[in-house]
């Protein structure tokens, strides 16, 4: 998993710096000639952060403002069934979390940080331009449909124009995703300790920036889209999209700018390909000794010692008389021939591929939560007060993130510093054991999604109702507040899954693989939002004509979203029994070290037993 050395686009200098290896993995040959040609880097830190900060603010507040009410709107202004509506939403969200893997690819490939970055923020503002030209402009949507009960669908340019805005979102979000974090992280030297003070100050300003957006986006700009005007609330979201714009290409002459250095997934094909070729050689005998393990110098990933798994690997590490040295010591042909050191960051990445599947299914809880309880809303009580305000329905979501943030201080003050005296470890509880924590929380979730949505759809039907909600139902006398446990419950397994599972990629992932691993968390999510529009669309389906009844109906005190929500609970809890067999099984990186150790040291004292003997 060789990549080039580290390279930047501009060749400033400072005598009290030094070049370094990309954030997400540099370079594995010697930087010698750079150093020589490139001289030294200025990095400016925190003089830059008022230009990647405030884009941060911005963008995220336009990106969130745009989408967070986008399923209201499909409903409400393009006239879509509940379901339908549904369905976009999950694949518009899988193809973006879809998208960060190909992005990241390209960033990592051909383009650098800067570049996919530059093409993301405007592809971002050209896509809310589009959404919101589809609410100002009559003849981009259909007819409104008032109250009446059967309305105009859209037609089929009105939809192509749409999907053009939400295909440039895809361009915009896919990028930014994998890059944006990497990006401020350059602009810091890693080597210095007020560099990595920076380093770590920046992340938490961008989960700042990213909490307080959406806390935004779901109150103010989601209220003014919902009860003053679709135009204006999603003019305010371009608007703060061509501010990210200004402001980040504002400090395009003081930023540090890492070059492509190579994709590191042609490292893990040569590891596969030499593998099967050599198919037919007999395993050795001592692999931690008799394997070709040439390491260059500056190499940019931690030495792994040999671990026994996924034995068949081992043999793309096997000299034959066929295989050829330069003479640096590396291979001459690396597609015949690799190193102990890259087939064993092979199977790091093996050996998380089962974790990164179960939290893929995880993700459906979450991808869940994140749209029915707005239809949920819809048909409960949502005054607050005397005064006669209404939350909007699309709002609600937010006590997830608030869950989430509280959460996160609670664990991080409260129960680490409790568990690490039982335990004995810095992070009071391992990596896989957060993860499946918030595993369960996920299915405690969802089963108590199904007995709220029980109680409001009973209320609904026995008691005195609110009124109807155009093209839905009768509103539920039930306040929309009950909605709050199951939101906070999936908030609470955000806070351990989410951040869990980004922390375990970050570790367990080769260092020069950092931006991939990121990638494959969106990825993962990708993967629940389609699996969520698969279930959606046939749980539909096989139910619509059913004698109990459909579901998923647009009225949901005639359908059975809790019989769904159910269902759900049944798989999210097949899936932590699958987490947990794996998690059993799992064998962290560098694990094996200490028994390794113990046989290389063996191995060393016999060595000089028997040098000593000969002399």
């Known amino acids: 998993m060789e990549r080039k050395p580290f390279e930047v686009e501009t060749t400033k200098t400072d005598e009290d710096q030094k070049p370094y290896s990309a954030v997400d993995g540099g370079g594995s040959d010697s930087v010698d000639s750079f150093d020589e040609d490139q001289k030294k880097l200025v990095y400016r830190g925190w003089k830059v952060m008022p230009f990647i900060i405030g884009n941060e603010t911005f963008e995220k507040i336009g990106i969130i403002g745009t989408l967070s009410n986008l399923l209201v709107y499909l409903t409400q202004v393009f006239n879509l069934k509940k379901y339908t509506a549904a369905t976009i939403i999950n694949a518009f969200s899988g193809t973006i979390n879809f998208g960060t893997f190909l992005a990241a690819f390209l960033c990592d490939t051909y383009f650098g940080r800067y570049k996919t970055l530059s093409v993301a923020v405007v592809a971002c503002f050209l896509g809310s331009l589009a959404i919101l030209l589809t ?156 394997l070709y393990n040439h390491i260059p110098r500056n190499y940019a990933n931690l030495t792994l010692k040999y671990t026994d798994q996924f034995r068949f690997l081992d043999k793309a590490a096997i000299m034959t008389p066929e295989d050829k040295l330069n003479s640096d010591g590396t291979a001459s042909d690396p597609w015949k021939l690799c190193t102990m050191q890259q087939v064993e960051e092979v199977k790091c990445i093996i050996r998380v591929i089962p974790i990164w599947f179960a939290c893929a299914i995880y993700y459906l809880a979450i991808s869940i939560q994140m749209t029915y309880p707005v239809f949920q809303a819809q048909q409960s009580d949502r005054r607050l007060g005397t005064g ?111 951040i869990g599972q980004m922390e375990f990629y970050y570790k367990q992932f080769p260092e020069n693989m950092r931006s991939f691993a990121g990638s494959i968390f969106y990825v993962g999510a990708g993967v629940s939002s389609y699996l969520a529009s698969f279930l959606i669309s046939t749980v539909h389906r096989t139910t619509e004509h059913s004698p109990s009844g459909n579901w998923l109906a647009e009225d949901l005190n005639k359908a059975k979203l809790d019989y769904f929500y159910f269902m759900l609970t049944g798989l999210m809890f097949v899936n932590m029994v699958y987490f947990l067999i794996m998690a059993k099984f799992y064998r962290y990186k560098g694990s094996d070290d200490k028994v390794i150790s113990a046989i290389e040291t063996n191995e060393d004292e016999t060595k000089q037993k028997q040098e000593k003997n000969s002399v």
């Open 135 to 290: 609410a100002a402009v009559p003849g981009l949507h259909p007819t409104p449909c008032g109250t009446k009960s059967s309305c105009e669908g859209p037609g089929a340019g009105q939809i192509l124009f749409l999907m053009l805005g939400l295909a440039l979102l895809v361009v915009g979000a896919g990028g930014i995703r994998p890059c944006n974090l990497a990006f401020g992280a350059d602009q810091f030297n890693p080597k210095s300790e007020s560099g990595k003070k920076g380093i770590n100050s920046f992340f938490n300003w961008y989960f700042f920036t990213f909490t307080f957006a959406q806390i935004i986006s779901l109150t103010l700009v989601v209220y003014i889209q919902s009860n003053v005007s679709w135009t204006i609330g999603l003019s305010i979201p371009v608007g703060l999209m061509f501010l990210a714009c200004v402001i980040f290409f504002a400090g395009h002459k003081l930023y540090v700018k890492v070059k492509a250095s190579g994709s590191p997934l042609a490292g893990i094909a040569r590891v596969i390909a030499a593998a099967i070729s050599k198919r037919g050689l007999k395993p050795v005998k001592q692999p931690w000794v008799d």
């Open 388 to 498: 006669g305000f209404k939350m909007p329905a699309a709002t609600y979501v937010v006590f997830l993130m608030t869950g989430m943030t509280v959460f996160i201080i609670i664990y991080d003050r409260v129960l680490v510093p409790s568990l690490k005296r039982v335990t004995g470890l810095d992070t009071g509880i391992t990596l896989l054991q957060r993860i499946g924590a918030g595993i369960f929380f996920a299915v405690l979730s969802l089963l108590v999604s199904g007995f709220i949505e029980e109680r409001r759809r009973s209320i609904a039907l026995t008691k005195q109702t609110l009124g109807m909600e155009p093209r839905t139902g009768e509103i539920s006398s039930m306040s929309a507040m009950w909605l709050i446990p199951q939101l906070v419950l999936a908030g609470i397994a955000e806070a351990f899954t989410a």
